[in-house]
């Protein structure tokens, strides 16, 4: 496999870092093109409070530790872009970026587009390059918009341009009851990360604030308002849907949980008959570890009291893929006045606020921030030129061969747009993945194969996370399975301890991959 092939990675946060540092260790050059003027992704732009959402044992690179002086168990978000930066220098990856440079369009260009619609294998051959197709990328100064556009042909492209970021899920809402008749301010939690943080701290200063949602951002800039603003002037969290949220030291448990054993308990792609009459004969364990769960996040918080126990079971937010730790200090800004909590299922603006549904008098806002999430799907859909591609992407649920090959988009990966339990440690195995592909240390099957394997992937969501698992999660309790399928496709051995016990209890970390490339 030729190392003179040109490959092209979007985006310089953790996923790009990750896809770069491996294709450089497989000998290629590859080029990263970042819209900002740094690294980091999400993490250079976020608000103040923010911290890992993952013990960092689990959110760390396999090769490169955390720094003796970081010694929490989540890191805020000042260490963890500090550890990305180190990590950029460390393998030589910031001299492949160019920042500044936003890639608008990416255009496939091949002798035969009608050559697509037949193809048995990923791209005619199931090896990552062609000798006639190519991607063209429409490059543009992110400084200067209106600088004449650069286009760049390559020939393989690493999509790595995350879900969480540059397009605002905004509600739509009826005519003269939007955002526009507010005598407020009305802004997304995007734009309030990227606040320097003491101009987030005027903003919301003396402020009557109502945050949108109830996921970690909406929780986290809730208690920062209500911490910075206190009683005299109340944050309102308003929400249509309450989550189970846990503690730090519960979070850790449940990462030290998901081991082996834990993973006989689901039901997996191409299991046997005993590996499945094992999952059915194991499975209430699961029932129980969440019931239990449930009883004790409703005695170490005031759940019932402020109405907040979830509809839900525990466990189908672990299945899909969500974990919100809860400021320490949440339920005490309730207690004390300068938090509401109000749950509706919808609400309309007005002149001084917000009609919620159900009240007659407005819910009264200078500020109203939307922590309502992203359009993922619409961001990575429209990079693309051709509709053909586009409605690949359109309305999947898991389109993904191994989380990163569409197998209808040829030369082209993409990488950090499924949901983990750790975002890092998941991604890695990808780009360890993905780079053994590019070196053509294997080939991809067909792509019906393809296709199969993610239906069936698709199928063993937990049942009960269906309604809610997102566009695509594997399920957390299937990650070290999940894990096992890249290291076959590799040519590794999947078993990474030492003994029996160790490889049936011991949860998986970054660090037990160190070696498989």
């Known amino acids: 496999m030729g190392r003179d092939k040109r490959i092209a990675i979007i985006g310089a946060g953790i996923s790009g870092l990750l896809a770069c540092k491996y294709a450089l260790g497989k000998g290629f050059s590859p080029i990263v093109f970042e819209a900002r003027s740094g690294l980091g992704g999400v993490w250079s732009q976020t608000i103040e409070s923010t911290k890992l959402q993952t013990p960092k044992d689990f959110y760390q690179f396999s090769d490169f530790s955390w720094p ?18 180190a990590y950029a220098v460390r393998f030589d990856i910031l001299p492949r970026i160019k920042f500044n440079s936003k890639v608008t369009s990416i255009d496939y260009v091949t002798s035969s587009a ?38 760049y042909q390559v020939d ?31 802004l997304h939690s995007m734009e309030y990360a990227a606040m320097d943080d003491d101009v987030a701290t005027e903003l919301i200063k003396e402020k009557r604030v109502t945050v949108i949602g ?15 603003n206190g009683a005299s002037h109340p944050c309102t969290l308003l929400f249509k849907t309450a989550h189970w949220t846990v503690p730090e030291h519960l979070l850790s448990f449940v ?59 525990f466990l189908k937010q672990i299945s899909s893929c969500k974990f919100t730790v809860l400021p320490a200090n949440f339920y005490d800004r309730v207690k004390d006045g300068s938090l509401y909590l109000k749950r509706s299922q919808s609400f309309s603006f007005c002149k001084n606020g917000l009609m919620v549904q159900g009240e007659t008098r407005p819910l009264q806002s200078d500020i109203v921030i ?29 389109p993904f061969y191994r989380e990163c090959i569409h197998p209808r988009i040829p030369q082209l990966a993409i990488l950090g747009y499924v949901d983990s339990p750790s975002i890092l440690y998941s991604t890695e195995m990808r780009s360890k993945w993905l780079a053994s592909f590019l070196a053509g240390k ?34 957390t309790l299937l990650q070290i399975y999940f894990n096992d399928q890249l290291c ?23 660090h037990d991959y160190k070696a498989v490339s």
């Not at 990552?128 to 556009?149: C, D, E, I, Y």
């Not at 955002?179 to 009305?186: A, I, N, S, T």
């Not at 834990?262 to 590996?275: A, C, D, N, R």
């Not at 364990?285 to 004790?296: K, M």
């Open 68 to 85: 003796p002086a970081v010694q929490g168990t989540y890191p805020d978000h000042t260490d963890v872009l500090e550890y990305l930066q």
């Open 114 to 151: 009608a050559d697509l619609f037949s193809w048995n294998l990923w791209g005619g051959s199931g090896e990552p390059f062609s000798p006639s197709g190519k991607w063209h990328l429409t490059v543009r100064n992110a400084r200067n918009p209106s600088a004449s556009a650069q286009v």
């Open 156 to 186: 393989f492209v690493i999509l790595c341009i995350g879900r969480y970021s540059d397009l605002p899920n905004i509600p739509d809402f009826p005519l003269n009851k939007g955002p526009e008749v507010l005598d407020g301010k009305v």
């Open 214 to 228: 109830f996921q970690k951002s909406a929780v986290d800039i809730a208690a920062e308002v209500a911490t910075k």
């Open 255 to 313: 990462f030290r949980g998901l081991n082996r054993f834990t993973e006989l308990m689901v039901h997996k792609p191409g299991e046997g008959l005993f590996i499945w009459l094992l999952a059915v004969f194991l499975s209430p364990l699961l029932w129980i570890f969440s019931t239990s769960t449930e009883c004790y996040l409703q005695c170490v918080y005031p759940l019932r009291k402020y109405n907040m126990v979830p509809a839900h079971k």
């Open 370 to 398: 939307f922590a309502t999430g992203y359009k993922s799907e619409e961001k990575f859909k429209n990079i693309f030129r051709s509709n053909f591609f586009r409605k690949c992407i359109s309305g999947s649920s898991a």
């Open 442 to 475: 294997f080939r991809l099957p067909t792509i019906s194969k393809m296709e199969e394997d993610v239906m069936e992937w698709d199928k063993c969501k937990t049942s009960d996370a269906k309604e809610s698992h997102g566009k695509s999660c594997v399920s």
């Open 488 to 510: 076959k496709d590799m040519g590794c051995n999947s078993r990474r301890k030492s003994g029996f016990l160790a490889e049936l209890f011991e949860a998986y970390c970054p």
